[in-house]
């Protein structure tokens, strides 16, 4: 009986929607039937207007950011290891990239390293992670000013770094002869 019930409710609010004005009619079999159709036999259901509200508009979202002079305009790429790719047996991990305009050094500008949780702030383009496990690791790169605040579009980089290990084969030990 309640699937009944639920099966009704769904036709009457689908067809709700669809049409203004809904038909009722009880089939000989004891089956209701409902059509947006008038029919012998059939009454005329008073269906209410759908409840409908207008979303409040969103708040402007206004990002901190920090405005740089035209000549900080850095270009900021990370070219080692490229992106997606897989190092096989390497435990230490080089990362180079290139960088234009060079850094402005008066301002303190050097360029931040960071791969997952280990940071390197460096004035060169290539710096070296040393002991990285195996996995999946991901890289970002931005220049930073004196105060640590990142003034250049952060480069981000993924690479998968596998390390096979082989079972050491014990030495072969010769029998003693008496």
Same mark, same amino acid.
């Given at each position: 009986?309640?699937?009944? *019930?639920?099966?009704?409710?769904?036709?009457?609010?689908?067809?709700?929607?669809?049409?203004? #004005?809904?038909? $009722?009619? $009880?089939?000989?079999?004891?089956? %209701? &039937?409902?059509?947006?159709?008038?029919?012998?036999?059939? &009454?005329?259901?008073?269906?209410?207007?759908? #409840?409908?509200?207008?979303?409040?508009?969103?708040?402007?979202?206004?990002?901190?950011?920090?405005?740089?002079?035209?000549?900080? +305009?850095?270009?900021?790429? *990370?070219?080692?290891?490229?992106? +997606?790719?897989?190092?096989?047996?390497?435990?230490?991990?080089? %990362?180079?990239?290139?960088?234009?305009?060079?850094?402005?050094?008066?301002?303190?500008?050097? *360029?931040?390293?960071?791969?997952?949780?280990?940071? /390197?702030?460096? +004035?060169?383009?290539?710096?070296?992670?040393?002991?990285?496990?195996?996995? @999946?690791?991901? /890289?970002? %790169?931005?220049?930073?000013?004196? $105060?640590?605040? /990142? !003034?250049?579009? !952060?480069?981000? @980089?993924?690479?998968?770094?596998?390390?096979?290990?082989?079972?050491? *084969?014990?030495?072969?030990?010769?029998?003693?002869?008496?």
């Amino acid at each position: 009986m309640s699937k009944f *019930i639920l099966t009704v409710l769904g036709v009457l609010l689908s067809v709700s929607v669809a049409a203004e #004005t809904v038909y $009722k009619k $009880k089939n000989p079999d004891g089956s %209701v &039937e409902f059509t947006d159709q008038p029919s012998q036999g059939s &009454e005329k259901v008073k269906v209410r207007e759908p #409840t409908t509200f207008a979303a409040p508009p969103l708040p402007k979202l206004s990002l901190p950011s920090k405005k740089l002079s035209p000549s900080f +305009n850095y270009e900021l790429a *990370i070219i080692q290891p490229a992106n +997606n790719s897989t190092i096989h047996n390497k435990p230490d991990v080089s %990362v180079s990239v290139t960088l234009q305009p060079t850094l402005n050094s008066s301002y303190g500008h050097q *360029i931040q390293y960071q791969l997952d949780t280990q940071s /390197i702030t460096s +004035n060169k383009t290539s710096v070296i992670f040393k002991n990285v496990t195996r996995g @999946s690791h991901s /890289i970002n %790169v931005s220049i930073v000013d004196s $105060k640590g605040e /990142i !003034v250049s579009p !952060v480069a981000s @980089s993924t690479f998968h770094l596998k390390k096979f290990f082989k079972k050491p *084969i014990p030495p072969k030990v010769k029998p003693k002869t008496p």
